[in-house]
C-alpha cells in the first residue's frame, strides 16, 4: 500500500477522501492475502472483526472518540490520515478500521466462511442501538439509534467483511 503524502492528504475534501479510501479498501479486500489472522470457527464464538466493531465503533458511537487508541489491542498501532478521516490496518492485514469522527466508523476483514456473521452482526448492533431488524439480510443498510442520534448500520460481505455505522446528522 501507498502512502500519501500529508500535504496532498489536506487539500482533498472529505468526500473525495472517503472515495479514495474506498477504492484502496476494496482493491486490498479484492486482492488475496497470504496470510491472514484465524477467524473465528462458526458457531466458535464472536468474530474478531465484530468484536472490534462493537469495541471500536458501537461503544464510542456517536463521537467514535477513542477508537483509534482501542485499535491498538487488535494490532493496528499506525493510522494514515484521509481528509477528515483516518485508517488503519494491522500488519498482518487480517483486520483494518476507518474513523471519521462524529461520522462514520466501520471494521473490515477479509471473507470468512462462518454463515453466522450477519447474526453476529446484528446482535452486536443490537446490544446499543434502540432496534434491530431481525429479518435483515447482508448488505442491505437499516437505520437504528444510539444515545438519540441516528444512523445507518450496514455488513457487506462483497470482497470481505465490512462492518459499517454512518452517522445521519450533518
Known amino acids: 500500500m501507498t ?3 500529508p ?6 475534501n472529505g468526500r473525495a477522501a472517503r472515495a479514495l479510501l474506498a477504492s484502496v ?10 496470510a491472514t489472522a484465524a477467524p473465528v470457527a ?5 468474530d474478531v472483526a465484530i468484536t472490534a466493531f462493537k469495541e471500536l465503533c458501537l461503544r464510542s458511537a456517536p463521537s467514535f472518540a477513542g477508537a483509534s487508541a482501542k485499535a491498538k489491542r487488535y494490532g ?32 473490515t476483514s477479509p471473507n470468512r466462511p462462518n454463515p453466522t456473521l450477519h447474526e453476529q452482526f446484528l446482535r ?21 439509534k444510539i444515545k438519540g442520534h441516528p444512523f445507518v448500520f450496514q ?7 465490512a462492518y459499517v455505522i ?5
Open 42 to 46: 462458526a458457531g466458535k464464538g464472536i
Open 7 to 12: 500535504h496532498t492528504a489536506s487539500r482533498m
Open 76 to 107: 493496528i498501532t499506525e493510522f494514515m490520515p484521509l481528509g477528515d478521516a483516518t485508517m488503519g490496518m494491522s500488519a498482518d492485514h487480517s483486520i483494518s478500521i476507518q474513523i471519521e469522527p462524529n461520522r462514520e466508523c466501520s471494521v
Open 3 to 5: 502512502s500519501i503524502e
Open 155 to 161: 455488513h457487506d460481505r462483497k470482497g470481505g467483511e
Open 25 to 34: 479498501l476494496a482493491a486490498y479486500l479484492a486482492t488475496p492475502q497470504i
Open 124 to 144: 452486536a448492533v443490537g446490544e446499543f442501538a434502540d432496534k434491530t431488524p431481525q429479518t435483515n439480510k447482508a448488505g442491505t443498510p437499516f437505520p437504528g
Open 166 to 170: 454512518l452517522s445521519l446528522e450533518k
